[in-house]
Protein backbone atom coordinates (compact mmCIF):
# COMPACT_ATOMS: atom_id res chain seq x y z
CA UNK A 1 0.00 0.00 0.00
CA UNK A 2 1.21 3.55 -0.56
CA UNK A 3 2.44 5.83 2.40
CA UNK A 4 0.84 8.88 2.38
CA UNK A 5 1.62 11.86 4.97
CA UNK A 6 -0.86 13.74 6.28
CA UNK A 7 -3.59 13.69 4.03
CA UNK A 8 -7.41 13.11 3.83
CA UNK A 9 -7.28 9.29 4.09
CA UNK A 10 -11.55 8.87 3.34
CA UNK A 11 -11.31 11.74 0.50
CA UNK A 12 -8.24 9.32 -1.16
CA UNK A 13 -10.76 5.93 -0.36
CA UNK A 14 -13.49 7.46 -2.30
CA UNK A 15 -11.40 8.43 -5.27
CA UNK A 16 -10.13 5.16 -5.72
CA UNK A 17 -12.68 3.28 -5.19
CA UNK A 18 -14.99 5.47 -7.49
CA UNK A 19 -12.11 4.91 -10.68
CA UNK A 20 -12.62 0.92 -9.38
CA UNK A 21 -15.94 1.12 -9.98
CA UNK A 22 -16.63 3.02 -12.59
CA UNK A 23 -14.27 0.90 -14.45
CA UNK A 24 -16.62 -1.99 -14.16
CA UNK A 25 -19.70 -0.82 -14.58
CA UNK A 26 -19.38 2.67 -16.70
CA UNK A 27 -21.80 3.87 -14.48
CA UNK A 28 -22.44 7.37 -11.89
CA UNK A 29 -20.92 6.63 -8.59
CA UNK A 30 -21.32 9.41 -5.84
CA UNK A 31 -19.87 9.71 -2.15
CA UNK A 32 -23.22 9.06 0.46
CA UNK A 33 -24.93 12.32 2.61
CA UNK A 34 -24.35 14.71 0.54
CA UNK A 35 -26.70 17.52 0.62
CA UNK A 36 -28.53 18.39 -3.11
CA UNK A 37 -27.53 16.13 -4.99
CA UNK A 38 -30.34 13.06 -6.27
CA UNK A 39 -29.63 9.60 -5.62
CA UNK A 40 -28.33 8.20 -9.35
CA UNK A 41 -30.55 6.26 -11.56
CA UNK A 42 -28.72 3.19 -12.30
CA UNK A 43 -25.49 3.94 -10.44
CA UNK A 44 -23.91 3.43 -6.88
CA UNK A 45 -23.15 5.32 -3.88
CA UNK A 46 -20.84 4.90 -1.52
CA UNK A 47 -20.89 5.84 2.77
CA UNK A 48 -17.72 4.91 4.97
CA UNK A 49 -19.98 3.69 7.95
CA UNK A 50 -17.06 3.00 10.54
CA UNK A 51 -13.71 2.14 11.18
CA UNK A 52 -11.76 0.65 13.62
CA UNK A 53 -7.87 0.27 14.39
CA UNK A 54 -6.34 -3.79 13.96
CA UNK A 55 -3.55 -2.99 15.86
CA UNK A 56 -1.56 -0.60 18.03
CA UNK A 57 0.57 2.24 16.77
CA UNK A 58 3.79 2.18 16.00
CA UNK A 59 6.41 5.00 15.03
CA UNK A 60 9.28 5.26 13.18
CA UNK A 61 11.85 7.94 13.64
CA UNK A 62 13.95 9.53 10.96
CA UNK A 63 17.41 11.30 12.68
CA UNK A 64 18.42 13.20 9.99
CA UNK A 65 15.05 14.68 8.83
CA UNK A 66 13.95 15.11 12.50
CA UNK A 67 10.73 13.89 12.25
CA UNK A 68 9.24 10.43 13.81
CA UNK A 69 5.95 8.49 11.61
CA UNK A 70 2.84 7.23 13.53
CA UNK A 71 1.23 4.60 11.68
CA UNK A 72 -1.09 1.81 12.57
CA UNK A 73 -3.84 -0.03 10.32
CA UNK A 74 -7.04 0.41 10.07
CA UNK A 75 -10.73 -1.69 8.99
CA UNK A 76 -12.96 0.27 7.17
CA UNK A 77 -16.95 -0.33 6.80
CA UNK A 78 -17.86 0.69 3.36
CA UNK A 79 -20.98 0.25 2.73
CA UNK A 80 -22.03 0.44 -1.01
CA UNK A 81 -25.68 1.00 -2.39
CA UNK A 82 -26.54 0.19 -6.09
CA UNK A 83 -29.48 1.26 -7.80
CA UNK A 84 -31.44 0.44 -10.96
CA UNK A 85 -32.22 -2.40 -12.99
CA UNK A 86 -28.36 -4.20 -12.74
CA UNK A 87 -28.87 -3.67 -8.80
CA UNK A 88 -28.77 -7.29 -8.12
CA UNK A 89 -25.77 -8.34 -10.62
CA UNK A 90 -23.47 -5.33 -9.90
CA UNK A 91 -23.89 -5.95 -6.25
CA UNK A 92 -23.10 -9.81 -6.60
CA UNK A 93 -20.30 -8.86 -9.26
CA UNK A 94 -18.28 -6.69 -6.28
CA UNK A 95 -19.18 -9.14 -3.35
CA UNK A 96 -17.71 -11.59 -5.89
CA UNK A 97 -14.63 -9.70 -7.23
CA UNK A 98 -14.15 -8.22 -3.54
CA UNK A 99 -11.64 -10.47 -1.95
CA UNK A 100 -9.80 -11.40 -5.40
CA UNK A 101 -6.34 -10.49 -7.31
CA UNK A 102 -8.39 -8.52 -9.71
CA UNK A 103 -9.43 -6.03 -6.69
CA UNK A 104 -6.40 -6.09 -4.97
CA UNK A 105 -4.53 -5.05 -8.27
CA UNK A 106 -6.46 -2.35 -8.63
CA UNK A 107 -6.50 -0.41 -5.21
CA UNK A 108 -3.39 1.35 -4.01
CA UNK A 109 -4.58 3.60 -0.89
CA UNK A 110 -6.32 0.33 0.10
CA UNK A 111 -6.81 -3.41 0.36
CA UNK A 112 -9.72 -5.33 0.28
CA UNK A 113 -10.30 -7.68 3.32
CA UNK A 114 -14.10 -9.17 2.69
CA UNK A 115 -17.06 -7.78 1.99
CA UNK A 116 -20.83 -9.18 3.60
CA UNK A 117 -23.72 -11.07 1.04
CA UNK A 118 -25.87 -8.53 -1.42
CA UNK A 119 -29.24 -7.35 0.29
CA UNK A 120 -31.95 -6.10 -1.55
CA UNK A 121 -33.68 -3.07 0.27
CA UNK A 122 -36.10 -1.33 -2.27
CA UNK A 123 -37.66 1.77 -1.33
CA UNK A 124 -40.79 4.21 -1.78
CA UNK A 125 -39.06 7.24 -3.56
CA UNK A 126 -40.92 10.97 -3.52
CA UNK A 127 -43.00 10.10 -5.84
CA UNK A 128 -44.32 6.82 -4.50
CA UNK A 129 -42.57 4.66 -6.50
CA UNK A 130 -40.48 1.60 -6.00
CA UNK A 131 -37.36 1.49 -5.93
CA UNK A 132 -34.67 -0.80 -6.77
CA UNK A 133 -31.97 -0.73 -4.28
CA UNK A 134 -29.44 -3.78 -3.14
CA UNK A 135 -26.73 -2.92 0.05
CA UNK A 136 -23.16 -4.76 -0.39
CA UNK A 137 -21.33 -4.08 2.88
CA UNK A 138 -17.31 -4.14 1.90
CA UNK A 139 -14.35 -3.90 4.20
CA UNK A 140 -11.04 -2.57 3.87
CA UNK A 141 -7.79 -1.58 5.29
CA UNK A 142 -5.36 1.26 5.35
CA UNK A 143 -2.43 2.39 7.14
CA UNK A 144 -2.89 5.96 7.81
CA UNK A 145 0.60 7.31 8.78
CA UNK A 146 1.05 10.53 9.94
CA UNK A 147 4.46 12.63 10.50
CA UNK A 148 5.68 15.26 12.86
CA UNK A 149 8.45 17.06 13.69
CA UNK A 150 10.76 15.24 16.69
CA UNK A 151 13.88 16.62 18.51
CA UNK A 152 16.76 14.40 18.95
CA UNK A 153 19.36 14.48 21.85
CA UNK A 154 22.57 13.35 21.13
CA UNK A 155 24.94 12.29 23.83
CA UNK A 156 28.33 11.31 24.35
CA UNK A 157 28.83 7.66 24.20
CA UNK A 158 30.59 6.80 27.67
CA UNK A 159 32.51 3.38 28.14
CA UNK A 160 32.10 1.21 30.91
CA UNK A 161 35.38 -0.44 30.46
CA UNK A 162 38.28 -0.02 32.76
CA UNK A 163 41.56 0.92 31.15
Known amino acids: MATMNNIDYHNAIYKEVRSYLIGLFSCEVIKGYQNDSPLPQ ?3 VMTIISERDTDQ ?3 YYQEEEGTAYVQNSVEVMLQLDF ?3 WAASRARQIANFWRSEYTTSALNTCQPLYSKQ ?3 LPFVNEQNQNEQRWLLEVYLQYNPEFKQDQAFLDLPIISTERA
Open 42 to 44: NGV
Open 57 to 59: AAS
Open 83 to 85: YGD
Open 118 to 120: PVR
